[in-house]
């Protein structure tokens, strides 16, 4: 287009040149709308991994920068028993209440679908606490456990499980302490794993489900081979989402029993923070942090090949 | 529908419901309970015929008083708010754009960056926190809300731009092209046209950056030490236990009033974020 021809009212035809206009092109106004966005997180994202990575490598401490140390910090993990009981914390933490959230999650999530009274009342309740501060949501939860005071024991009393003056020592005892952190994660995930499949419930359409009604099809035959298939890149992108927020864990942690009884409850993130920030071994701290990206790595790649293999079928 | 006998509606429906329900929201009450507890009916063995865990009929706003007389909660309050608020601008000043140029326009690398966006919205922060302080430090932002607002956009923008992405490409591209027939240069296509339309799309996005913006941890329990500076998470956390002392009356006063902006932001906006999640996990 090397003119332009621009028609006025009165009829005249007046032509020109055009006049310049770079953002015309798709490229310059994206590079344009993008570099905020780039910039950003290059700063506060690419640089911190890349300085994570000399940090792991050095053994500085606060307000003293390190020399260059190779593998020692990583070498040394191996060799710590604190470090070995956060590995098996971290997946069994993970594992478990994965497992149960998916769980319980579908059947609330299968529950919520149906018409009832109250229903847009009944969700708006359901997600508070998915969405309500953790730690804020902990503190609840640390005050329900407390072993004198408080109304879990009181419950297990009443219930005639345990006798007056010896209730469950739930956070002061290594094994119970793992339970009590994973019942309150179970907790606030439950609720994001019931909307957001609820919400894949709704897209699949109630007349396939009707048709194998008719066909004879059982309820639990018309889930397991109907709905459940249909639900499963939803159910996958949850499921992946979820275990990454609950490998990285801190907030729930750190509030119920800060790595204790004796580290019992240490998850990759507390261990680092006790390193890093409480002891000031910053260097070993970004260690501890940094053996979670492998993991991390594998899952954010198969969550990318399957969500391409979804939408490429 | 709930079809069938009284009996199946029990044991299918209304039972399994009320579980989920008393175990989701009890903490709730909880909370709500021992905030207006006085401090004599909180401390008492669960053992005693004494103990009524449910109920007082002695209500004191006496931990309501110590909250906001006694710690610098109102202040926690406000820096939570102003955070939370400047650092959502900036994410969805960002990720409005970002989505938009990923989604609606060809350039050279366009999948490569929307999948890096993507990568980095997968990011938890607690693996980046140390270095993040370390540079924190190094621009002299420590302690200062701006190493907050600078920090937060980078887990709001990747979520922001997938949010928007998903719903400017159920825009249709029609829209676009009759502006630009009318002689709608691209950005003003864009600013004056599209961006009106999803205007739905960018309320939910506000609300989730909000709300994450306002729930966040970590970040500002290593960047901020003063008391003055905290936000409501940290303030509470450090202010409000001291040593093994938990003050559990002004705890939950501070916990459910530091819960009660977002859950509002979220009533409002329930089936936004229903519709949302659907959006964002079939885009």
Known sequence: MATTAIPVPDGTIIVGKPKWRPLESEGNLAMLLLLPTVALLGMFIAYPFVRGILLAVTNSKVGQIGDFVGFENFARLLKDPIFHAVVYNTFLYTFVTTIFKLILGLWLALLLNRDFKFKAFTRAFILLPFIVPTVLACFAWKWMFDPTFAVLNWMLFKLGIVAAGAGVNWLGDGDMAMLSIMIVNIWRGVPFFAISLMAGLQTISPDLGEAAAIDGAKPWQRFWYITWPLLMPVTMVVVLFSVIQTFSDFQIVYVMTGGGPANATHLFATYAYQLGVGTGLLSQGAAVSLAMFPLLFGIVIFQLMYIRRVETR | ?283
């Open chain 2, 1 to 283: 529908m709930i079809e069938g006998s009284i009996w199946r509606r029990w044991v299918f429906f209304r039972l399994p419901m009320g579980i989920f329900l008393i175990f989701l929201l009890f903490p709730f009450y909880w909370m709500i309970i021992t905030t207006f507890r006085p401090d004599g009916e909180l401390y008492i063995p669960w053992y005693r015929a004494t103990y009524k865990p449910f109920w007082t009929w002695n209500p004191t706003t006496a931990h309501l008083k110590y909250l906001f007389g006694e710690t610098t909660f109102a202040i926690w309050m406000w820096n939570t708010t102003f955070i939370a608020v400047v650092s959502t601008a900036i994410s969805l000043f960002c990720g409005v754009l970002a989505g938009y140029a990923l989604s609606r326009l060809t350039f050279k690398g366009a999948a490569l960056l929307g999948t890096t966006i993507f990568v980095t919205y997968l990011v938890p922060q607690t693996l980046l926190f140390i270095p993040l302080s370390e540079i924190i430090r190094a621009y002299s932002l420590g302690d200062t809300p701006w190493s907050l607002i600078l920090s937060y956009p980078t887990f709001l923008i990747p979520f922001c731009t997938w949010l928007m992405m998903g719903y400017f490409k159920s825009v249709p591209k029609e829209l676009e092209e009759c502006a630009r027939i009318d002689g709608a240069a691209r950005w003003q296509a864009m600013l004056y046209i599209i961006i009106p339309v999803a205007v739905p799309g960018i309320l939910s996005a506000m609300i989730f950056a909000f709300t994450l913006s306002w729930n966040e941890f970590i970040y500002a329990l290593v960047f901020l030490s003063s008391p003055e500076q905290k936000t409501v998470p940290v303030g509470v956390i450090s202010e409000l236990v001291r040593g093994d002392v938990f003050f559990w009356g002004p705890l939950m006063a501070g916990a459910l009033f530091g819960s009660i902006p977002v859950a509002i932001a979220y009533s409002f906006f329930v089936e936004q974020y229903v519709s949302g999640v659907t959006g964002s996990v079939k885009g």
